[in-house]
């Protein structure tokens, strides 16, 4: 019992993280309907742009800072001066870019940064009074810090004009327009957001899994499958779908199929939900006249 609860919770400290990366897919999906396949390399990128200023010698939080607001400028010039331009293109045009994306991340992340393995460093603690046995410092703190980060994206969203401006540009342009909105920068914004939620889930990561160009190759497929169970045009679901994949990799690893085969968990969950319900646990079916 001790053992499985190990795992339970272990396996939460990773849905936190994959449930980051599946918010940015998510929130990328909601305003572009495409899957954004270069968000881990982009959150690779900033996570490297984190080490080089901590390396620098930042403080820890204020690299921290920094990073997030650099990724959020990122991902707005990304949308601007890359996206826009093909945003009314077809849909194998839209693929195409984000697979260049990809690979020009990962290649500029080699180029810049070597493709050594990098120890990226943990600002928390090993020992403290909330540390057991169950999870160390670094999984509990990543977790709070990841929850944070999505609940204040969630606030912003629901609460303030611009976010609640940016949700009706992503549901509906056209009336969006109408009313005065700028759809266009809206959906920079939130390019802008995705990125930067996307950088919170590189640098809770890197600590665990070392830093190098492909970090985040394995971490994209399990956002991919949290954000596809939640519901693709689900925020919410996506976290909920993050949590459920981190548990269920863990459990499947321990007990079932092994560690070495758990990201096959990733993609046989992909396979499922798009075979059996392709909608997700709490995503919308949308019927349209042809």
Known sequence: ??????????????????????????????????????????????????WALIQLGLPYWIAFAATLVIAFAGGIAIQRLILRPVE??????????????????????????????????SPFPKEGMLIS?????????????????????????????IGLAMRAAALNPDSARLVGIKVSWMLAIGWGFAAAVGAVAGMMVAPIVFLDPNMMSGILLYGFAAALLGGIDNPWGAVVGGLI????????????????LKLTVALVLIVAILTIKPDGLFGKTVVTRV
């Open 1 to 50: 019992m001790e053992a499985f609860l190990l795992q339970v919770l272990s396996g939460v400290t990773n849905g936190g993280i994959y449930a980051a990366v599946g918010l940015a897919l998510v929130m990328i999906y909601q305003s572009t309907h495409h899957i954004n396949f270069a968000q881990g390399e982009m959150a690779t990128f900033a996570t490297y742009i984190a």
């Open 133 to 161: 046995k169950y999870f160390s410092g670094h999984q509990l703190g990543s977790t709070l810090v990841t929850l944070a980060v999505l609940l204040c994206i969630f606030s912003f969203l629901r609460f303030t004009p």
């Open 88 to 121: 009314k293109a077809p849909v194998l045009t839209n693929v195409i870019v984000f697979i260049g994306l990809l690979v020009i991340f990962n290649a500029v992340s080699g180029m810049l940064f070597d493709h050594t393995i990098k120890v990226f460093p």
């Open 245 to 260: 994949v981190g548990v269920l990799e863990n459990l499947l690893g321990a007990y079932v199929i092994g560690t070495e």
